[in-house]
């Protein structure tokens, strides 16, 4: 098995990574909203806009900005650059609220004002009053919908259109402010003959991809495949044409080969360091770990990952994180997802490779449905959580074309992994690769530089860009 066709996988984020996008909406209506409680306004606490912030109920004062709520026309909820979100994307009743960096596919960042009452998207429930408490400084929950004071809602106080939602600190100026996407597919310098990524832009409409793979170059220092620099080479050059057309990238951390940083760092702190150092290299806002060896079998590398993740999520507010996972036919196995839900690691995307997993038959597009199916009750049973919730964690990488097994995922099948992903709104999107994403001039070379199946140029790009998560 070819090195890097072995590894390859995403996820999606994210941005969850649906994986996940900032958003810049704009407002459908703009003012104070209103408790019919006791009439106070749901206002931004001590005007904070950092992450966590806790709004709250508060005498309404003319002219205060922290009251000042946007309904944008996607559904979200807007104050001070930031939205209402519920904490963990909890659904259950008494999930906290506070704000958060904007993302676009997120359910828990979107509400409907639906007689009086603010309903989350996410879990169908009201915005509450907790305990319907009547004081200053009153918090807000989610609670299943009552029609009770404490979950009635009035908009009101002036029409006029706040600033769009700021961006995160962490999103590089050169991005231009483009929002974490499902679909990315991999694109990778090493080989392949590597495509203009400005005519798959021009032709397909995909901004987004995946950029592989970022390995231990000696004394856990990342770089390209372990050995290109880091930055200011070929895959700085195109991550720098991404950017420019109006894209971002996700970085994967891994493959099949190693050497893995998962496995060489000493410590979990060793890794984060790590990962850390290739975030601020590149101010990203995604990042996906895929190790299909040692560290996947290892307990101790399978923790060490986990708190690693822990620990950039608590330092990188809004980064979406995404783990992808060599799969059967009908899932993956289960002990990295429980051992990351035992941690409280909440994985924006966990994704599954549909391919180089023993099945050479005709159907690769039914078999990829039936182990998403396997993968999202995994996460139902690890995090507890609803098919809709767990769907919303799922991702799916699949492989364009004739495999490594030398199965055959044709352009139909393609187009039914996306409708299905349409359907249950998964995390992520991808596939290995963009440099096969074209019809082959000959025979299948079986180099990484076509498809081997009849096509015109980036086809399966197109057909996945039409997933809208």
Known sequence: ????????????????????????????????????????????TDGSTANGNLPQLWDCTAGNTNQVWTIADNGQVQARGKCLDVANNSTADGGTVHLWDC????????????????????????LDVKDKNTA?????????????????????????????????????????????KAVAPYYYTGWGNPPNLTTVTQTTGVKWFTMAFMLNSGNCDPKWDGGRALTGGADQAAINTIRANGGDVVISFGGAAGPWLEHTCSSASALAGAYQKVINAYGLKA??????????????????????????????PGIITYITLGSGTTGPDSSLINRAAAAGLVIDGWGIMTFDWGSTGNNQGALTIQAADGLKN????????????????????????????????????????????????????TFWSLNRDRQCSGGYPNDDTCSGVSQSAYQFTKIIGAYKG
Do not use: F
Not at 147 to 163: E, F, H, V
Not at 287 to 313: M, R, S
Not at 387 to 407: L, Q, W
């Open 1 to 44: 098995m070819k090195k890097l066709l072995a590894v390859l996988g995403g996820v999606a984020v994210v941005a969850t990574m649906g994986v996940i996008g900032i958003t810049n909406a704009s407002a459908a209506s703009a003012g104070t909203l209103v408790s019919g409680l006791n009439s106070k306004c749901l206002d931004v």
């Open 378 to 429: 995994r996460l139902k049973s690890a995090y507890g959580w609803s098919d809709a919730e767990a769907y919303r964690h799922v991702g799916i990488s699949s492989m364009n074309g004739i495999t490594d097994e030398k199965a055959v995922v044709t352009l139909a099948d393609m187009q039914t992994i996306t409708a299905y992903a349409q359907q249950h709104t998964i995390a992520r999107l």
């Open 136 to 180: 200053n400084g009153a918090k807000l929950q989610i609670w299943s919908c009552t029609n009770t004071s404490n979950q009635k809602w009035t908009l009101g106080g002036g029409t006029t259109t706040p600033p769009t939602t700021t961006p995160p600190t962490s999103t590089p100026p050169s991005t231009g402010g483009p929002g974490i």
């Open 287 to 316: 990042i996906d770990i895929d190790i299909e060896g040692t560290p996947y079998n290892t307990a101790a590398d399978q923790q060490k990952t986990v708190d690693a993740l822990k620990t950039i999520k608590a330092n990188n």
């Open 103 to 126: 993302y676009d596919t997120v359910a828990t960042q979107k509400w409907t004002l639906t007689n009086g009452a603010l309903l989350n998207s996410a879990s169908g429930k009201c």
